[in-house]
């Protein structure tokens, strides 16, 4: 089984099992015209993971039950990376006849202190992309300078001071991007695991302390979907709160309508549902799946999961596997 993951930069890949049929010739009868009968061995796998580091290219599995991965890295947390615009391929040393691979939209690298699974999960949980993409606006037309929600930033060891402060660390993840009209917004992953009682410490402030450019609360905490006026926030001013309870994508929204007295809301990040309700389909505009055969021939080709192949004993079997991580440029009609 394979799973992947596109997004806009990176291609990932999961778990890759490939079952494996040999075939053997043996003593005893024959037909002379037909060569030495065939006797299938039993189904053998390979199964393989990403949680080492590999440059490109790897091979994974023993010989003859192995596959060489080109065109790509294994990071060590579970994928293997392949660039924008690239094609990774997966060649088999002894041919397989089944394959299954199922494969998913919207991919985001691991946040930066959740551990893998739970990186992972929120995808899996939520069905979100979390993250804004630049507007082309000013970011720092509001107060003249770059803004960012600080304290958020999920850390590896919650216990200890120096990891306490990088939560307030400021970096692209956590940058108000200006979305017009006065409102900035930034989406961050959060685990109420990741600090005591998941309740965070936070300010919204310049990547300077500015005290002119710091804002935190009042007296009221942050809470879920309840828009809350801030004050200034230099000078040794305390922080804010927001304490959550679920482990999700986080929207913060700044409106600066009043740069003077901004307002900061929070809310969990939801997939909308398309037109006509239910559950929105997984489309994958990014990848293609293409499957050869030992002779180089296409056998399939596909955009959409899962790619399941069953070659039959006398068809040629799968040699390699290619995986395109397109850019898909959104046209009008």
Known sequence: MMHLRISGTRTWLGLLTAAILFAAGCDGDSDPSNGPP????????????????????????????????????????????????????????????????????????PVPGLNKASARDVYRQVDVECGVSNQGNDNGEAYNALMYVRGFTQVEDPGTAANAASRFLVGPENLLINFGNNIYKTEIIMSPDNIAGGRFDYKIADGGWSDDKTWTQDQEPLQLDSPLTLVPGGSGAPNGSFTIAEEACYQFELDTTDVNAPILKASIKKEEPPDGGGPDPDPVTGAEVRVYDTNDSLISASETSPVSINRAGGESAIGRVEVENRVVTATSA
């Not at 393989?48 to 991965?69: C, H, I, N, W």
């Not at 294994?74 to 994928?79: E, T, V």
């Not at 690239?86 to 089944?98: A, Q, S, V, Y």
């Open 38 to 109: 065939i006797i299938e061995q039993p189904l053998q796998t390979i199964t393989v993971d990403f949680d080492s580091t590999e440059a490109d290219p790897f091979q994974k599995g023993t010989p003859p039950l192995s596959a060489l991965f080109e065109g790509g890295t294994a990071s060590g947390d579970g994928a293997w990376i392949i660039p924008e615009d690239e094609t990774g391929e997966i060649t088999f040393t002894t041919p397989t006849r089944t394959l299954t691979i199922e494969f998913e939209n919207d991919y985001q690298p």
